[in-house]
């Protein structure tokens, strides 16, 4: 019987855990959920800078698409203000996008606000400030030094990590290609 006991006895002392056992486990949950967390609020960061860039390259279809249809050209420019109604004064880093039709009048073109859109939170950088869809679906730009390619990048703004640049392209051919980029900084 003192056998029955004895082993009665190391079975009941093994049913708790120590304090150290449970400071190592969460300690290791604790480690477990910061990485998680900070992967998780990254993902979430990196999926609002790919929201931004489709909404681009929707804009830009649209104006191609607008261009050919019409069969007059489309001009698509970065404006200073959410009201601003013509490309005549355009920005190199506002949140703000037009896109103008030029309609033929008489011996003239008139122009008329097709649509806006304005990209928040991310930042721009591109080679030129504004560029124009032919009406056969062609692009020209306002970049001497490369007048037959627009190319954008963006980057997340206001945030305390580095994301990956999304590049946007539209080659002359109206083509729109899209790669990652270097670190945003």
């Given at each position: 019987?003192s056998?029955?006991?004895?082993?009665?006895?190391?079975?009941?002392?093994t049913?708790g855990i120590?304090l150290?056992?449970?400071?190592v486990v969460l300690?290791?949950v604790a480690?477990i959920?910061?990485?998680?967390?900070?992967?998780?609020?990254?993902?979430?960061?990196?999926?609002?800078?790919?929201k931004e860039q489709?909404?681009?390259?929707?804009f830009f279809?649209l104006?191609?698409?607008?261009?050919i249809?019409?069969?007059?050209p489309?001009t698509?420019c970065?404006?200073?203000s959410?009201?601003?109604?013509?490309?005549t004064s355009t920005?190199d880093?506002?949140?703000?996008?037009?896109?103008?039709a030029?309609e033929?009048?008489?011996?003239?073109?008139?122009?008329?606000?097709?649509?806006?859109?304005q990209?928040d939170d991310?930042q721009?950088t591109a080679?030129?400030t504004?560029f124009?869809?032919e009406?056969t679906?062609?692009?020209?730009t306002?970049d001497?030094?490369?007048?037959?390619?627009?190319?954008?990048?963006l980057c997340r703004?206001n945030t305390?990590?580095?994301?990956?640049?999304?590049i946007?392209?539209v080659?002359?051919?109206?083509?729109i290609t899209?790669?990652?980029?270097?670190?945003c900084?």
């Amino acid at each position: 019987m003192s056998g029955k006991r004895c082993l009665f006895q190391t079975f009941k002392s093994t049913l708790g855990i120590t304090l150290i056992e449970l400071l190592v486990v969460l300690s290791v949950v604790a480690v477990i959920s910061m990485l998680a967390g900070t992967s998780f609020r990254n993902l979430i960061e990196d999926t609002d800078l790919l929201k931004e860039q489709r909404l681009l390259v929707k804009f830009f279809k649209l104006a191609r698409g607008e261009a050919i249809s019409r069969g007059y050209p489309v001009t698509v420019c970065r404006v200073a203000s959410e009201t601003q109604e013509n490309c005549t004064s355009t920005s190199d880093n506002s949140a703000f996008w037009l896109m103008i039709a030029l309609e033929p009048n008489a011996n003239s073109f008139d122009q008329s606000v097709l649509k806006r859109i304005q990209i928040d939170d991310v930042q721009v950088t591109a080679n030129a400030t504004q560029f124009v869809f032919e009406h056969t679906g062609h692009l020209r730009t306002t970049d001497p030094s490369n007048p037959n390619t627009f190319t954008a990048t963006l980057c997340r703004l206001n945030t305390g990590t580095s994301f990956n640049q999304r590049i946007l392209e539209v080659i002359s051919s109206g083509v729109i290609t899209l790669r990652d980029g270097a670190r945003c900084l």
